[in-house]
């Protein structure tokens, strides 16, 4: 992706639908009898490969636009292979639809990735106080049930996808579950919200005790998933970065929640009206600490952006990361455009500099790449932001939403 920075973003872009809560959403319509409309939902490679997860599975899955058709009535096959688990972890959803659905699932163990080590335990313990059983062979992950029985689960710490996991082995089980300290993420609203109108009996999601009371069966339906609330903060910060002012039609800032108040904090004024959200910056640029938690915390997917734009704020911030633990990997790349950052432990200390300037940098993974692109639309000259093909999976049309806002910026031949 190259691009031209120094120019202030301006404009109304749309925000497409979740990719977070489109992936769990599209494995959890194979818990139904039938066929599932899912609407809303974006355009990303990372909802192709879990259309091809699910057909793997024997069920039909086909997007056209923004709406995607998941039919699973075919699901017959209980095995996700290491080729399409390695590219993409969130396939390790399917185990709990399958283990409800079949009774049993094979799954490739994910492994590690850029951001860090990502184990999966507190799935497989939650997938076992439901009574499955697991073994581990050959790098798979093999669970058995002959029938899942509702539990009481306590998890270690928030996970969002092992409570999503757990949440849709349970809506099938036989009788009542409780998932104590669960994430609370939109995400999970969202898939609690899709699950009841599957038919299943979900409340509390959003809350630290989320309480399923399990059914015999569950029908398709119709569902809508949430805006992008990563995208949505992520374009907010290119406005800020930018010194711009954008409207996000379908922004929602009580998505937002944390981010939009650090924003405001930042110097960004947001005000929601019924189209979305509008955001103008300021003359005030503060410098804003922030460390990443599990919802209502600041998500860790807007760490590497909002480091882009504390690199051009005047003072010192903080920005820790407790999430994953090798989430710093922008970094380098950001100091190479000129920024001023010490790593202590799991904490960035950035030093505002006046100025970045354009460089050839490297993505590392999703959201290092939308930093590495903020922090070049903000950059004096060109930026060529390398292995771009990390933004694809999460972010749909980036290039155009910006471009639609007045960025120069535009995709390369490689
Ligand atoms: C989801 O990943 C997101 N992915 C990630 O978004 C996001 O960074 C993460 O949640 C945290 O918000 C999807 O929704 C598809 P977790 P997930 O289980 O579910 C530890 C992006 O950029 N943990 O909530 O894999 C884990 O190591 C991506 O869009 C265990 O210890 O994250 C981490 O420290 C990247 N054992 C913490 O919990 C487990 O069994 C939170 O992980 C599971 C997790």
Same mark, same amino acid.
């Given at each position: 992706?190259?691009?031209?920075?120094?120019?202030?973003?301006?404009?109304?872009?749309?925000?497409?639908?979740? +990719?977070?809560?489109?992936? @769990?959403?599209?494995?959890?319509? =194979?818990?139904?009898?039938? @066929? *599932?409309?899912?609407?809303?939902?974006?355009?990303? +490679?990372?909802? !192709?490969?879990?259309?091809?997860?699910?057909?793997?599975?024997?069920?039909?899955?086909?997007?056209?636009?923004?709406?995607?058709?998941? !039919? @699973?009535?075919?699901?017959?096959?209980?095995?996700?292979?290491?080729?399409?688990?390695?590219?993409?972890?969130?396939?390790?959803?399917?185990?709990? @639809?399958?283990?409800?659905?079949?009774?049993? #699932?094979?799954?490739?163990?994910?492994?590690? $990735?850029?951001?860090?080590?990502?184990?999966?335990?507190?799935?497989?313990?939650?997938?076992?106080?439901?009574?499955?059983?697991?073994?581990?062979?050959?790098?798979?992950?093999?669970?058995?049930?002959? #029938?899942?029985?509702? #539990?009481?689960?306590?998890? !270690?710490?928030?996970?969002?996808?092992?409570? &999503?996991?757990?949440?849709? &082995?349970?809506?099938?089980?036989?009788?009542?579950?409780?998932?104590?300290?669960?994430?609370?993420?939109?995400?999970?609203?969202?898939?609690?919200?899709?699950?009841?109108?599957?038919? &299943?009996?979900?409340?509390?999601?959003?809350?630290? $005790?989320?309480?399923?009371?399990?059914?015999?069966?569950?029908?398709? $339906?119709?569902?809508?998933?949430?805006?992008?609330?990563?995208?949505?903060?992520?374009?907010?910060?290119?406005?800020?970065?930018?010194?711009?002012?954008?409207?996000?039609?379908?922004?929602?800032?009580?998505?937002?929640?944390?981010?939009?108040?650090?924003?405001?904090?930042?110097?960004?004024?947001?005000?929601?009206?019924?189209?979305?959200?509008?955001?103008?910056?300021?003359?005030?640029?503060?410098?804003?600490?922030?460390?990443?938690?599990?919802?209502?915390?600041?998500?860790?997917?807007?760490?590497?952006?909002?480091?882009? =734009?504390?690199? =051009?704020?005047?003072?010192?911030?903080?920005?820790?990361?407790?999430?994953?633990?090798?989430?710093?990997?922008?970094? *380098?790349?950001?100091?190479?455009?000129?920024? &001023?950052?010490?790593?202590?432990?799991?904490?960035?200390?950035?030093?505002?500099?006046?100025?970045? *300037?354009?460089?050839?940098?490297?993505?590392?993974?999703?959201?290092?790449?939308?930093?590495?692109?903020?922090?070049?639309?903000?950059?004096?000259?060109?930026?060529?932001?390398?292995?771009?093909?990390?933004? !694809?999976?999460?972010?749909?049309?980036?290039?155009?939403?910006?471009?639609?806002?007045?960025?120069?910026?535009?995709?390369?031949?490689?």
């Amino acid at each position: 992706m190259v691009v031209e920075g120094g120019r202030r973003l301006k404009g109304e872009v749309e925000i497409g639908g979740s +990719k977070n809560a489109t992936l @769990p959403v599209m494995v959890a319509a =194979l818990l139904a009898k039938g @066929p *599932s409309r899912i609407r809303g939902v974006p355009r990303l +490679k990372d909802v !192709d490969t879990m259309a091809r997860v699910l057909e793997t599975l024997g069920a039909q899955a086909g997007q056209e636009g923004s709406e995607l058709h998941v !039919d @699973p009535r075919g699901l017959s096959k209980h095995e996700a292979p290491y080729d399409l688990v390695r590219t993409m972890r969130a396939s390790i959803y399917v185990m709990g @639809p399958l283990l409800a659905r079949l009774g049993r #699932a094979r799954v490739s163990l994910p492994g590690g $990735c850029a951001i860090g080590q990502r184990p999966i335990d507190l799935h497989l313990k939650g997938f076992e106080a439901l009574g499955a059983r697991i073994e581990l062979k050959h790098g798979y992950i093999e669970a058995t049930a002959k #029938a899942l029985k509702g #539990a009481r689960i306590i998890f !270690d710490k928030p996970s969002v996808g092992a409570t &999503a996991n757990v949440m849709m &082995a349970a809506v099938l089980a036989k009788g009542r579950t409780s998932l104590h300290n669960p994430a609370q993420e939109p995400e999970i609203v969202d898939l609690a919200g899709f699950l009841k109108r599957l038919g &299943a009996r979900v409340s509390g999601e959003g809350t630290d $005790c989320i309480e399923i009371e399990g059914v015999a069966s569950l029908s398709g $339906c119709d569902y809508e998933v949430i805006p992008d609330r990563i995208a949505a903060g992520t374009l907010l910060a290119a406005a800020a970065i930018t010194g711009g002012s954008v409207s996000l039609r379908h922004g929602r800032l009580g998505d937002l929640g944390i981010v939009a108040e650090k924003l405001r904090e930042h110097g960004l004024e947001l005000v929601e009206n019924g189209r979305g959200v509008r955001a103008s910056m300021g003359r005030r640029k503060a410098p804003v600490h922030v460390t990443t938690m599990p919802h209502p915390g600041f998500p860790t997917d807007m760490q590497a952006q909002w480091m882009a =734009l504390m690199a =051009l704020t005047p003072g010192t911030s903080v920005v820790t990361e407790t999430i994953w633990e090798n989430r710093f990997m922008h970094v *380098s790349e950001l100091e190479r455009m000129g920024a &001023a950052v010490r790593i202590q432990g799991n904490s960035a200390v950035v030093t505002g500099v006046g100025r970045l *300037s354009g460089a050839p940098v490297m993505a590392s993974d999703l959201r290092a790449s939308a930093a590495l692109v903020l922090a070049g639309l903000a950059a004096k000259g060109t930026t060529e932001v390398h292995r771009i093909y990390h933004l !694809d999976r999460g972010y749909e049309r980036l290039e155009d939403k910006l471009t639609a806002l007045g960025a120069r910026i535009r995709r390369a031949q490689e």
